[in-house]
């Protein structure tokens, strides 16, 4: 089954989508933004996607974490990468995991699930949550979701 549209859920929509807990922008099937980082952080840069795969029309969850350079000096990992669906009736369900138990990194770490069909679930959308661990100067660790959500809309 091929997409007929991708819809990237993001915070321009926010009355519209307020009752479901995200906000909509529906962006033609061609838009590259599916795949864009949503990032954060000035010394350690956390960032999450649900990254479309346009030839498989499929979506994962991946997460990345970066020691920023002339910041701090930091060790940085990304672990529990989950890709999850939301809907009305059950909120967030986690669809798929990774949990990446490679270790900590000198300047940047990467981890992503496997891919699922959104059009199992043609009216849910998808949204990524990982855990962002750094030490070096100050130490921290973050579970983080970023403040948008990702759907299609199939044939």
């Known amino acids: ?19 479901l807990g995200a906000s909509i922008v529906v962006t033609p099937s061609s838009a590259s933004a599916e795949s864009a980082w949503e990032c954060y952080g000035t010394q350690v840069k956390r960032c999450a996607t649900v990254w479309w795969d346009e030839t498989a029309d499929t979506y994962r969850a991946r997460a990345k974490i970066t020691d920023v350079a002339g910041g701090g000096s930091y060790q940085v990992k990304v672990t529990n990468v989950k890709l999850q669906r939301f809907s009305i009736a059950s909120g967030w369900v986690t669809m798929r995991t990774a949990k990446d138990g490679d270790g900590w990194h000198g300047t940047e770490d990467l981890a992503g699930t496997s891919s699922v069909n959104p059009c199992n679930w043609p009216r849910q959308t998808f949204g990524v949550v990982a855990t962002f661990s750094w030490r070096g100067t100050g130490s921290g660790e973050k579970t983080w979701r970023p403040n948008n959500s990702w759907g299609f809309a199939c044939d």
């Open 1 to 19: 089954m091929r997409l007929k549209r991708v819809g990237r859920f993001g915070t321009t929509g926010a009355l519209v989508a307020g009752a």
